[in-house]
């Protein structure tokens, strides 16, 4: 509930908060494609590709799990528990990243 | 060699089939006769040549560098395959039909492709698949297989479409999974190795290039349950430009896009559209496919035409 909310902040003001890490998709590659941050923080994904993609817990059990990202879409996601958390685009599955929560 | 002979005797007469190049023949050598032995109606009465004709990767929905038309392109793709159909009644897509999986995008790609007046199997492209798990496309365009995989006959050939683009893994490749596999070997089992088999996929069943997860990761299960079988023709989409690779009895092709051209593997920093194509020359990057398996003869046809050029 919590992510939503945010990502509603976003549509309002797309500036990056302090707490706010952003990662951008470009040319079928996450960008920094490793991150860390602290637990509460919040990752914001841009996809400025011109395909789609997603953002996709590589984990069995998925935490995260975003939309097919168009061109220009977002997707948030706050990160409450410290942990090693690698992603992938679920269309492009050798689109990897990781986000270290410590 | 007597029909009494039974099952080892068939097998050794099977193991003197003649493949020739990408052709669907049925020779048999030392003089053998043939179809009554192999037990097979397909074969004992040949119904003629099979036409039938390949789309792929339309992408509706697609609008960005190099094309920002891409129903229009579909729409000159549909007058090409019908200027050059001959006797084809049937028409096959392999995948990528929408950009973004919306009803909106299917709708205008099947409204186009209808136009064709030809009978038209389909397979999803991971871009088909975006929502509800595939559950719009499947209801509308693979019918017969809620879970977008399904085989027919025609003309004593048997056709399998498979769905390699669901429930893939990080770092991997296309993926057909134990259930499907499952599936498929029931299917093909029974069936004489003489029957000539069709495998339609959107991803590559082989691996053409593995950093861009252009191949399938259990497409060597797959093919196994294929070995046996004296011609089988592999027709993908996906990476939207053409590729040709014979392996024993199995002929593997892959489509042009309807849409826009991807970059051959490794020569571009991603898989992405090819962007710097020169004034007027999209239309000699994109194209349709036609398919004839000729009995007796040495040539099964696989013919790319292009959109101009």
């Excluded at chain 2, 196994?224 to 690779?245: A, C, D, E, P, W």
Aim: charged share 15%.
């Amino acid at each position: 509930m919590k992510s939503m909310i945010l990502l509603g902040l976003l549509l309002v003001c797309p500036s990056a908060r302090a707490d706010e890490m952003i990662v951008h998709i470009d040319n079928f590659t996450f960008t920094p494609a490793q991150i860390e941050v602290h637990p509460g923080a919040t990752v914001r994904w841009d996809n400025r590709d011109d395909i789609p993609h997603t953002v996709t817990d590589a984990a069995a059990e998925k935490s995260f799990h975003s939309a097919a990202l168009d061109t220009g879409d977002s997707f948030a996601f706050t990160f409450t528990a410290p942990g090693i958390y690698r992603y992938f685009c679920a269309l492009h599955p050798h689109m990897q990243g990781t986000v270290i929560v410590k | 060699m007597a029909q009494s002979d039974g099952v080892d005797a068939r097998r050794g007469f099977l193991k003197c089939m003649v493949w020739a190049g990408t052709g669907v023949v049925w020779t048999m050598s030392g003089g053998v006769p043939t179809s009554r032995l192999i037990g097979s109606a397909q074969a004992a009465e040949p119904s003629g040549d099979l036409t039938f004709m390949q789309i792929s990767d339309s992408h509706i929905g697609f609008s960005a560098v190099p094309n920002t038309d891409v129903a229009g392109t579909l729409g000159e793709a549909i007058a090409k395959v019908k200027s050059l159909r001959g006797t084809a009644a049937m028409l096959i897509h392999t995948g990528d039909v929408s950009q973004l999986s919306k009803p909106a995008q299917f709708d205008t790609a099947e409204g186009i492709i209808q136009g064709a007046g030809m009978e038209t199997h389909y397979v999803p492209g991971e871009h088909d698949v975006l929502d509800e798990d595939g559950k719009g496309f499947f209801a509308r365009f693979t019918k017969g297989g809620p879970q977008g995989y399904y085989s027919f006959d025609q003309q004593g050939v048997h056709f399998i479409g498979l769905n390699n683009v669901q429930n893939l893994k990080a770092g991997g490749l296309g993926n057909l999974g134990a259930e499907q596999l499952a599936w498929l070997e029931k299917d093909l089992a029974g069936r004489p190795a003489s029957q000539p088999i069709v495998v339609f996929a959107h991803i590559p069943l082989w691996t053409v290039y593995q950093e861009w997860g252009w191949g399938t990761a259990d497409g060597e299960q797959a093919l196994s349950y294929l070995k046996r079988f004296g011609s089988v023709t592999v027709l993908n989409g996906h990476i939207h430009q053409i590729m040709q690779k014979v392996e024993g009895s199995v002929a593997f092709h892959t489509a042009l896009s309807t849409a826009f051209p991807q970059p051959a593997p490794g020569s571009a920093a991603s898989p992405g559209p090819v962007k710097d194509v020169p004034a007027g020359r999209l239309h000699a990057l994109l194209g349709v496919t036609k398919v004839t398996e000729t009995r007796g003869s040495a040539a099964l046809a696989i013919t790319d035409t292009r959109l101009e050029g």
